[in-house]
């Protein structure tokens, strides 16, 4: 295994160049690949805050009393989508105006002559997290007479975003990760050609070919595994540079920092595997 070590690190040594624009090209991928995961574990982070937050919120005109205002939830909840509707009465809401605000819900209410400001509300459960069709279920609720306004709350904005991120998120780390491969696929398989008469004499002196083949195999690694290191790091440091721009964000988790470098490593023995296989059968056919 040493000599594998040796041997490996001689032809990391020898395409010094190109190995290096290898790592660089790898870093360069890890980086891209951290913002948009980055961006997707703080729409997740931020929807499993607002969970508990009902994806429409209509509020009802003050003309509604609280017995009507039960009797058109139920009305509402037959509607089409709609799985339910929770009726929250002026006092309630109210009352959750002190818990969020404090003083403030107390300021607003003086401004109104010591009334109530806050209107009731219907908190609705729909089947369906696109947000085209809460915007439709919306614009059908303003129909009626008893609304004055439906809002869509943060949760309904964030799921409908989440999709979104899911799909950009997966798209990106497959381009990302065609193109580690690809990388350290073309580094590994020009090192293995430079290196095909010194491999040609070791097959004709009885080396077996996973002997052969194991220091290309470490380069694979090698590359893979100190490119996504690289990238992660250069990312941190970007992430702490504009820290104050992103905002409260945290970085990523460490399980995932550990996770790309263990994908990047397998990658790149996948890369070298596939690079050693083709030389392979090339010479064979010669």
Do not use: W
Request: glycine residues 6%; charged residues 15%; contains cysteine.
């Amino acid at each position: 295994m040493r000599y594998q070590l040796q041997n490996a690190l001689h032809h990391i040594h020898n395409a010094s160049s190109i190995n290096l624009l290898s790592l660089v090209g790898v870093a360069f991928f890890t980086v891209i690949f951290n913002a948009f995961l980055l961006n997707h574990s703080f729409v997740y982070q931020e929807l499993e805050f607002h969970h508990t937050v009902p994806p429409l919120v209509a509020f009802l005109s003050d003309t509604v009393t609280e017995s009507k205002g039960v009797v058109f939830a139920n009305q509402i909840q037959k509607e089409n989508r709609i799985l339910t509707v929770d009726y929250v009465s002026k006092a309630e809401s109210f009352t959750r105006a002190q818990t969020q605000f404090g003083e403030l819900s107390r300021l607003i209410q003086d401004e109104f002559s010591r009334g109530n400001p806050f209107p009731a509300s219907l908190e609705i459960y729909v089947d369906s997290d696109e947000l085209k069709t809460l915007e439709e279920i919306a614009i059908n609720l303003e129909a009626y007479n008893q609304i004055e306004d439906v809002s869509l709350t943060e949760h309904g904005k964030l799921t409908a975003l989440m999709r979104q991120t899911n799909r950009i998120t997966i798209a990106s780390g497959t381009i990302a990760i065609l193109l580690l491969f690809f990388t350290i696929y073309v580094v590994v398989l020009r090192t293995v050609r430079t290196q095909r008469e010194e491999i040609q004499l070791m097959h004709l002196i009885g080396a077996e070919r996973g002997y052969i083949s194991t220091p290309f195999l470490i380069q694979g690694v090698f590359l893979g595994c100190i490119g996504t290191l690289i990238g992660i790091g250069c990312f941190y440091i970007l992430f702490y540079i504009f820290n104050d721009q992103i905002g409260a964000m945290d970085f990523l988790p460490v399980y995932q920092l550990i996770l790309i470098v263990i994908s990047g490593s397998f990658i790149g023995f996948l890369a070298s595997l596939l690079s050693d296989f083709i030389t392979r059968n090339y010479d064979s056919k010669q």
